[in-house]
């Protein structure tokens, strides 16, 4: 496996946004990216887990089961990272 198949903190921000906002396009206004860029970061993520993420249709997108399995991983995942880099900078600032 390599190591851009892990992963990662941006594709988990993408996945919370579109859930978030049950929209791409919103997601990616929300996120200051291209509809493209949220796009290849949710394909990215869903081939990692093997799994769909979400049901598309027409009038957007809708959590699997297995997407609704991952959002309490992914808000707990997003809620450490962010406490380290508080802790982190919090720490460099006292030094």
Request: hydrophobic content about 40%; overall charge positive; aromatic content about 8%.
């Amino acid at each position: 496996m390599k190591e851009s198949d892990h992963m990662t903190i941006d594709q988990l921000d993408a996945f919370l946004a579109v859930v978030k906002y049950q929209s791409y396009r919103v997601a990616s206004e929300k996120l200051f990216l291209s509809q493209p860029s949220i796009s290849s970061r949710i394909q990215a993520l869903e081939r990692e887990l093997g799994a769909d993420l979400f049901i598309r249709s027409g009038r957007g997108v809708a959590l699997s089961e297995q997407g609704r399995i991952l959002v309490p991983y992914a808000k707990r995942m997003i809620g450490v990272y962010k406490k380290a880099c508080i802790d982190l900078h919090s720490e460099s600032g006292s030094s």
